[in-house]
């Protein structure tokens, strides 16, 4: 099974700023790297596929970079409601492994 | 509009079974692989199960293989799971998603999601 490890779990941030997710997989996903936001109570929302590809209707301040093994999500101007807590995801074999997962906080 | 709804969870005794269903509308359902993933109480997303568009070919996490059964019917617009042999760390909200493969798989579409509780 592809382990995902996402760095940090947890961070705090304020309006306007730059944030960085890491996310590294025990072994090579290619280019099958996932972004997902996920406000509580709510369902997952896809931002970012195939590593790099912005979904439809997510706002152009999200961006996701990476192949192999290590991606990065980027927020370019954090915005209240961005603050969720953020998944990446391997679907480039199975088991569809998730990382744990990082929450921004204000 | 596009959407899929989750249905049948419930309060359910440890080594009891429960199915859920989760149907699917304004696409076609029959196009697309469809998964089950759960949620634990303050927990992270986990991957449960896997369905092809005709299913065929099904794949299931280690930890529900054996006790779980993924199935379809394209007819009706509805996926399914089938949980049998429930234990205490089944307890968690299952969502059903939609994964195209212009996406690579990526899960687009989401439920809401239904709540097991495994408990006496």
């Known amino acids: 099974d592809i382990q995902m490890t996402q760095s940090p779990s947890s961070l705090s941030a304020s309006v306007g700023d730059r944030v960085t997710i890491t996310c590294r997989a025990s072994?090579?996903?290619?280019?099958?790297l996932n972004w997902y936001q996920q406000k509580p109570g709510k369902a997952p929302k896809l931002l970012i596929y195939a590593a790099s590809s912005l979904q439809s209707e997510v706002p152009s301040r999200f961006s996701g970079s990476g192949s192999g093994t290590d991606f990065t999500l980027t927020i370019s101007s954090l915005q209240p409601e961005d603050f969720a807590t953020y998944y990446c995801?391997?679907?480039?074999?199975?088991?569809?492994?998730f990382g744990q997962g990082t929450k921004v906080e204000i | 509009e596009v959407q899929v709804v989750e249905s049948g969870g419930g309060l359910v005794q440890p080594g009891g079974s429960l199915r859920l269903s989760c149907a699917a509308s304004?696409?076609?359902?029959?196009?697309?692989?469809m998964h089950w993933v759960r949620q634990a109480p303050g927990m992270g997303l986990v991957w449960v199960s896997r369905?092809?568009?005709?299913?065929?070919?099904?794949s299931y996490a280690d930890s529900v293989k054996g006790r779980f059964t993924i199935s379809r019917d394209n007819a009706k617009n509805t996926l399914y799971l089938q949980m049998n042999s429930l234990r205490g760390e089944d307890t968690a909200v299952y969502h059903c998603?939609?994964?195209?493969?212009?996406?690579?798989?990526?899960?687009?579409?989401w439920g809401q999601g239904t709540t097991v509780t495994v408990s006496s």
């Open positions: 995801q391997q679907t480039y074999s199975i088991p569809r492994t």
């Open positions: 072994q090579s996903t290619s280019n099958y």
């Open positions: 998603a939609r994964a195209p493969a212009p996406l690579k798989y990526a899960m687009d579409v």
């Open positions: 304004g696409f076609t359902f029959s196009n697309y692989w």
């Open positions: 369905i092809n568009s005709d299913g065929s070919s099904t």
